[in-house]
Nanobody, 125 residues
Framework: QVQLEESGGGLVQAGESLRLSCAVS????????MAWYRQAPGKERELVAG?????????????KGRFTISRDDGDDGDDDNTTVYLEMNNLSSEDTAVYYC?????????????WGQGTQVTVSS
């Protein structure tokens, strides 16, 4: 069973930094892409950052230049031991939201999108 587990959220002051982690586990054949989304109260979920298996990145306009997405496949280099990170710098109150990890994963049986449970980031001004 594939699982995505986020960690690293919390309460920080405006201008500070935070790093989120998303650990992927399970019997995975391939991870085609990974991304971070966020959802603030009363707003729709939006893309924060995306990373393809080829290393291409994409960022939401409001976080470009402040956030960085990266991926670590662990010592064995296999996709079933992957962690994706979101380094967030110069945070503002507008970054307050629940952050969700997302991954496009192929197993032996199917290819589908998976979501983590979310981690709360709160930035006080």
């Amino acid at each position: 069973q594939v699982q995505l587990e986020e960690s690293g959220g919390g309460l920080v002051q405006a201008g500070e930094s935070l790093r989120l982690s998303c650990a992927v586990s399970g019997s995975i054949f391939r991870i085609s892409a990974m991304a971070w989304y966020r959802q603030a109260p009363g707003k729709e979920r939006e893309l924060v950052a995306g990373l393809t298996s080829g290393g291409n990145t994409d960022y939401g306009a409001s976080v470009k230049g402040r956030f960085t997405i990266s991926r670590d496949d662990g010592d064995d280099g296999d996709d079933d031991n992957t962690t994706v990170y979101l380094e967030m710098n110069n945070l503002s109150s507008e970054d307050t939201a629940v952050y969700y990890c997302n991954a496009d994963i192929s197993t032996s049986y199917h290819r589908r999108n998976y979501w983590g449970q979310g981690t709360q980031v709160t930035v006080s001004s």
